[in-house]
């Protein structure tokens, strides 16, 4: 069956007159029930599904947007809301909003916050208040997304990698990943960070500063920095990340990052 809708979606992705509702509704509706996702983590290696994130774009194109009417508030949009969290095991704060399509696993926390279509939430992770997950986020589980946290989507072009924030995570308050970045398994962002595709994210625990762009190592523990750089005018200080340590064993259970706040003297 996925190989048939697969190819549909294709299809329609080449020449917009074959676009097939049926199809696209089929593929959100899969996605909604997490059967399917964006992205899968296959051999240690991240696969993006880029015929699924033209579906996305397509269900936009065959919804017509309509009012729903949702007491006290009225929406007018193309894409309705997740509904039966009660069955999911998932816990919803009122405003919290999580659009269909997205997917949350059981044990999931959706503070007043945004969870966008495509996007994949793993068990247990808190989304905390004002936080964004955007269009295809692959967040994992027992992560912890604080208030007003910013996970950048990305459906388009087709195949580019969606922002992923692997299992154990923490990422500090009104901190920004965005542009296709992977959080690898239990690092921790200190509050602010910013991370785009082009940020430079140094290592400085060692004799020297190692530079990575686009992933931040597994239990690293990352602050915001700065660092000169040359221009025309002068020398002035642009945006970088500081991978300041690693977390300890004594840290695995989100419970415990307290501990590894303190130690690094870390804001959250």
């Known amino acids: 069956m996925i190989d048939g809708l697969r190819a549909r979606i294709e299809a329609a992705a080449t020449d917009p007159v074959n676009l097939d509702p049926e199809a696209v509704k089929a593929v959100i509706a899969l996605l909604d029930q997490g059967r399917i996702r964006v992205?899968?983590?296959?051999?240690?290696?991240w696969e993006v599904h880029g015929w699924i994130q033209q579906a996305?774009?397509?269900y936009f194109r065959v919804m017509d947007t309509c009012v729903m009417e949702m007491p006290p508030y009225t929406f007018y949009d193309k894409i309705p809301l997740k509904h039966d969290f009660e069955t999911a095991?998932?816990?919803?704060?009122p405003t919290g909003t999580v659009r269909y399509g997205s997917f949350l696993e059981r044990g999931c926390v959706v503070m007043p916050a945004f969870v966008?279509?495509?996007?994949?939430?793993g068990a247990g992770t808190m989304v905390d208040t004002w936080a964004t997950v955007g269009s295809g986020?692959?967040?994992g589980k027992g992560v912890h997304l604080s208030g007003g946290v910013g996970i950048g989507g990305v459906l388009e072009p087709m195949g580019a990698r969606p922002v992923i924030v692997e299992d154990g995570a923490f990422i500090g308050s009104r901190s920004i990943v965005v542009e296709g970045v992977i959080v690898e398994e239990e690092a921790v962002l200190g509050a602010n960070t910013?991370?785009?595709?082009?940020?430079?994210?140094?290592?400085v625990t060692g004799p020297e500063e190692v530079v990575h762009k686009g992933r931040v190592p597994a239990r690293s523990v990352v602050v915001p920095g700065t660092r000169p750089k040359k221009f025309p005018a002068g020398t002035y200080e642009i945006t970088c990340a500081l991978?300041?340590?690693?977390?300890k064993a004594s840290t695995?259970?989100?419970t415990s990052l307290n501990s590894v706040l303190r130690e690094f003297a870390l804001a959250v």
């Open 194 to 203: 910013v991370l785009t595709a082009s940020t430079n994210i140094v290592d």
């Open 252 to 254: 695995d259970r989100k």
């Open 56 to 58: 996305i774009l397509q």
């Open 39 to 45: 992205a899968d983590k296959l051999q240690g290696q």
């Open 89 to 93: 095991g998932v816990r919803v704060v």
């Open 137 to 139: 986020a692959q967040i």
């Open 243 to 247: 991978i300041i340590g690693k977390r």
């Open 116 to 121: 966008n279509i495509g996007a994949y939430v």
